[in-house]
T-cell receptor, first 111, second 113 residues
């Protein structure tokens, strides 16, 4: 029973354009959402987070949007750069619980 | 600031053998997590510590997996006996307090043959 779903295993975007990564969740009790970036042979690196009381959070080129009614969040990267090529994981938590992760989306930035 | 340290980076063992992984979290982080990441999947929480007490171990296969966090700092995760399906990357993470971003170590890649 996957509570956090990333339905696109991979996404290819041209350098300089916008990358949009999507994530859906089923547990309405989740109150904190995060995006992690992972390079091969490394651990996940925290990117950006959003609390359920907000619908948008921005940090430089990265913006996360949360739509609670649709149980959907997305990560926008503008503009996309070659170094953004990595696997992106969506994660969620409820209260003091640990994180529940999606399966990841492999983002490929093409020159 | 030093990150989360894990060792070893790689380990190959035969099924039915035992193995142990070590983690040193970021200094001052009270919460420590162990995750298992099977190829093609996202990390799955095995156990969560708050200081040296267990907060959640509901997904830890307790017949073969054990973990401890002595003195609320370092932690070890042990598998005994290992099965083929335990082949995965074992990630340790820590956070300052619960329900904030967790910082991950590089992980230990375990191969059971």
């Amino acid at each position: 029973d996957q509570q956090v779903k990333q339905n696109s295993p991979s996404l290819s975007v041209q350098e300089g354009r916008i990358s949009i990564l999507n994530c859906d969740y089923t547990n309405s009790m989740f109150d904190y959402f995060l995006w992690y970036k992972k390079y091969p042979a490394e651990g996940p690196t925290f990117l950006i987070s959003i609390s359920s009381i907000k619908d948008k959070n921005e940090d430089g080129r990265f913006t996360v949007f949360l739509n609670k009614s649709a149980k959907h969040l997305s990560l926008h990267i503008v503009p996309s750069q070659p170094g953004d090529s990595a696997v992106y994981f969506c994660a969620a938590s409820r209260g003091a619980d640990g994180l529940t992760f999606g399966k990841g989306t492999h983002l490929i930035i093409q020159p | 600031e030093a990150g989360v340290a894990q060792s070893p980076r790689y380990k190959i063992i035969e099924k039915r053998q035992s193995v142990a992984f070590w983690c040193n979290p970021i200094s001052g982080h009270a919460t420590l997590y162990w995750y298992q990441q099977i190829l093609g999947q996202g990390p799955k929480l095995l156990i969560q510590f708050q200081n040296n007490g267990v907060v959640d171990d509901s997904q830890l296969p307790k017949d073969r997996f054990s973990a401890e966090r002595l003195k609320g700092v370092d932690s070890t995760l042990k598998i005994q006996p290992a099965k083929l399906e335990d082949s995965a990357v074992y990630l340790c993470a820590s956070s300052y307090v619960q329900n904030t971003e967790a910082f991950f170590g590089q992980g230990t890649r375990l191969t059971v043959v």
